[in-house]
């Protein structure tokens, strides 16, 4: 799990009341995190998200997803049981820590599962140091 400077969620705390009805409610998508040597590595589920209707942006130390749901029933279809209905989107927003290279980080997506690699700055990579005999 990453370490609490690393990485936080935002929780939308603080934001004016006039700010919150402005917004449509989006769903926020669960999300696996994990940490390597190497950076954090973050899966976030997003089914019915398309790759052109994906943004996700950092604007200093915040690292927000968002994702409009596009709807796959085809107009001709009847539905028999419908759970989610309408057009959606999902956003989750985080916060990084220094640690992380924000110029490297990596996007990709498959079935539905959005994979952002957020690798370590050199500087804060353990390296091992060089004892020399004089």
Request: hydrophobic share 40%.
């Amino acid at each position: 799990m990453a370490d609490t400077k690393e990485l936080r969620t935002q929780d939308g705390r603080g934001t004016p009341a006039a700010a919150q009805s402005e917004k449509k409610p989006a769903l926020v998508p669960p999300v696996d995190i994990y940490e390597d040597e190497n950076g954090i590595i973050l899966l976030a589920d997003m089914p019915g998200v398309s790759k052109d209707a994906l943004d996700i942006q950092v604007d200093k130390d915040v690292l927000t997803i968002k994702g409009d749901i596009s709807q796959a029933i085809p107009e001709d279809a009847k539905p028999l049981y419908v759970e989610f209905s309408g057009p959606g989107s999902y956003e989750r927003a985080f916060t990084i820590g220094p640690d992380v290279d924000v110029n490297r980080i990596e996007a990709s997506m498959n079935a539905g599962v959005v994979k952002l690699v957020l690798p370590k700055a050199e500087h804060s990579k353990p390296h091992k140091i060089e004892v020399k005999v004089a």
